[in-house]
C-alpha cells in the first residue's frame, strides 16, 4: 500500500473534491502509478483530519472520473486515467479475478464506493460495543431483533406476531429445523421434481424420503400434489415458489392458491424457502399469508445482501410451533451469530439492506441484458429480478458434456442431475450471472457458452 497523503492546503474546493483532484494531478505527475493501492479511507481520513464520510465521497468521486477501482476484501486502487467504466486495476486479488464460475447462485456484489462505505459503517459501528456481542444471547419476542425482522418482512407482505418469528444461520440451517420439528426417519418430503439441491441433501441426512412430484409449464401441478396427500402420507411439501431454483420460474397467484386450498385440506405443511422473494420488484403473494396456519416461511438474506450474512427469517404457522422449532435450532447451533444478527438488523434500520436490493436488482437487470444479447438463438428461461438462468442445451449437447467442455475454458456451470428428483435429467444447465465478477468476465464467458453452443460437440470437443 502507497503511503499517500495529499496536500489539501492549497485549495478552497469541497475538501471531498480536493481529494479527487489531487488524486488526478498525482497520477499525471508520476506520484501515482495506475495499479497503486491507496490508504484505507478510515486511515486516510485520520491523517487529514477529516471525517469517514468525506474521504468516502472523495475516493467515488474520483472512481466517477475513472481514476480509482475498489475491491471488496482487498482495498482501493489506481486505474488508468479515463476509465469511466470503472474497471479492475493493475494489482489484483487473483481470488477476484479468477476465470467466471456461473456455478454458485451468488447476488452480484456492489462496487460503488458510497454504498462500500454504508456496508463499511454497519461494521464499524459493531465494534463499539464488540464484547457484548461475543457473548451467549437470546432474542425474547418483545426484543429489538424482532422488531427489525417484521419490517424486513413488511417487504414480502408478511405481518405475523413476533412470536411466530424465530432465527436460523441461514437458510439451510432454518430447513434442516423445520425438517426435524415435523419429521421422523423414513418420512416422506414431497418437492417438485427439478428442486434446490440442498433440500435433497438435508433429506438424505435426515433419513427421510423425497419425492418429486409432477410439473407443467406453470410449475407444480396441483392434481399431482392432491395425489400425494392422498396416496403417498407425505410430513411436508417443499417448495421455492419465486425464481424458482434452477428454472427461474414464479408460481402464479392462482397456482399458490390452489396448492395453498390443497395443503389446508389435507393438514400438509408447506415448506416455503422464499430465498429471492425480496428481489422481486412486485411481489407475488407468499404462501405464508394464504394458508398461514400450514406455512412454514424461510427468508434469508443470502440471496438479497450477501451469502456470508448467515441469518434467515422463520415464520411458523403458531406459537407452539414456533417453540418447537426454537428448541430445535437451539440443540442444533444454539443461537445463531449475534455478530451477524446486530449487523443485519442495522443494516435493515438504516436501509443499507435496501440499498443492496437495488444495486442487485439494477446489477442483475444489466447483466440479463448481456445474457439476451449472447443466448438470443439458444433456448433459455429467466426471472426478470433474478441473478440466474436455466439454459435447454440443444444441437447434440448434453448436460455432462457441456460442462466438461466448457470448464476446459474455466467456465463453471451447474448441470442439471443436481437439481433432479425425479423423471429423466433434462439437457440444460444454470448459470448464475453473480459474485465477484465483473460484467467484463461475464460477456467474456457468455460468448464462449453461446460459440460452443453453435457447434456440435464433435467439432470442439476432444473427448464424448
Not at 395425489?227 to 424458482?244: E, F, Q, V, W
Not at 434500520?349 to 444489466?366: C, F, P, Y
Not at 441484458?369 to 438463438?377: S, T, V
Not at 467484463?440 to 460437440?457: F, G, H, K, W, Y
Request: net charge negative; glycine share 8%; proline share 6%.
Amino acid at each position: 500500500m502507497t503511503n499517500w497523503i495529499p496536500d489539501l492546503s492549497t485549495t478552497n474546493t469541497p475538501r471531498y473534491m480536493a481529494i479527487a483532484d489531487a488524486i488526478a494531478a498525482d497520477l499525471a505527475a508520476g506520484r501515482l502509478t495506475p495499479g497503486d493501492r491507496l490508504p484505507a479511507q478510515r486511515r486516510l481520513a485520520g491523517e487529514l483530519g477529516l471525517d469517514f464520510t468525506t474521504v468516502a465521497r472523495g475516493y467515488a468521486e474520483a472512481q466517477r472520473r475513472g481514476l480509482l477501482a475498489s475491491q471488496v476484501g482487498s482495498g482501493t486502487y489506481v486505474t488508468e486515467p479515463g476509465n469511466t467504466e470503472g474497471t479492475r486495476p493493475v494489482k489484483l486479488d487473483m481470488r477476484r479475478n479468477g476465470p467466471a464460475d456461473f456455478s454458485m447462485n451468488l447476488p452480484p456484489e456492489p462496487d460503488d464506493e458510497t454504498l462500500l462505505a454504508r456496508l463499511r459503517a454497519g461494521t464499524d459501528a459493531l465494534s463499539q460495543d464488540l464484547l457484548s456481542l461475543l457473548r451467549y444471547q437470546t432474542f425474547p419476542p418483545d426484543g429489538p431483533d424482532r422488531e427489525t425482522a417484521l419490517l424486513w418482512l413488511k417487504g414480502v407482505g408478511l405481518t405475523p406476531a413476533a412470536d411466530r418469528i424465530q432465527f436460523a444461520a441461514g437458510a439451510q440451517a432454518a430447513l434442516a429445523g423445520i425438517l426435524s420439528t415435523l419429521s421422523t426417519p423414513d418420512d416422506t418430503i414431497a418437492c417438485e421434481a427439478l428442486t434446490y439441491p440442498g433440500i435433497r441433501s438435508l433429506c438424505s441426512q435426515l433419513n427421510l424420503g423425497l419425492i418429486g412430484l409432477e410439473e407443467d409449464e406453470h410449475g407444480l401441478d396441483p392434481a399431482a400434489f392432491e395425489g400425494a396427500c392422498k396416496d403417498s402420507k407425505i410430513k411436508a411439501l417443499y417448495l421455492n415458489p419465486t425464481l424458482h431454483n434452477p428454472t427461474t420460474r414464479t408460481l402464479s397467484l392462482q397456482r399458490r392458491k390452489e396448492l395453498a386450498a390443497i395443503s389446508t385440506r389435507h393438514g400438509v405443511p408447506i415448506l416455503e424457502d422464499d430465498a429471492y422473494g425480496q428481489l422481486c420488484q412486485t411481489k407475488p403473494q407468499p404462501f405464508a399469508s394464504l394458508a398461514p396456519e400450514t406455512t412454514w416461511y424461510v427468508g434469508s438474506l443470502s440471496k438479497c445482501v450477501g451469502a456470508g450474512l448467515r441469518l434467515a427469517h422463520v415464520v411458523a404457522p403458531e406459537r407452539n410451533a414456533s417453540m418447537r422449532l426454537s428448541r430445535v435450532l437451539r440443540s442444533q447451533s444454539v443461537m445463531v451469530s449475534p455478530l451477524m444478527m446486530a449487523l443485519a438488523s442495522r443494516w435493515i434500520e438504516d436501509g443499507t439492506a435496501n440499498e443492496m436490493l437495488w444495486h442487485i436488482r439494477n446489477e442483475s437487470a444489466a447483466r440479463q441484458r448481456l445474457a439476451a444479447q449472447h443466448l438470443k438463438d439458444l433456448s433459455y428461461q429467466a426471472g426478470p429480478d433474478g441473478f440466474h438462468l436455466w439454459l435447454q442445451l440443444g444441437n447434440g449437447w448434453t448436460s455432462a458434456a457441456f460442462v466438461s467442455q466448457v470448464r476446459n475454458q474455466a467456465i463453471g456451470l451447474a448441470e442439471s442431475d443436481a437439481f433432479v428428483v425425479s423423471g429423466q435429467s433434462p439437457e440444460a444447465v444454470r448459470l448464475c450471472l453473480g459474485g465477484p465478477h465483473t460484467r467484463s468476465q461475464i460477456d467474456t464467458a457468455l460468448s464462449v457458452i453461446a460459440e460452443t453452443l453453435s457447434n456440435e460437440p464433435k467439432d470442439v470437443t476432444t473427448y464424448f
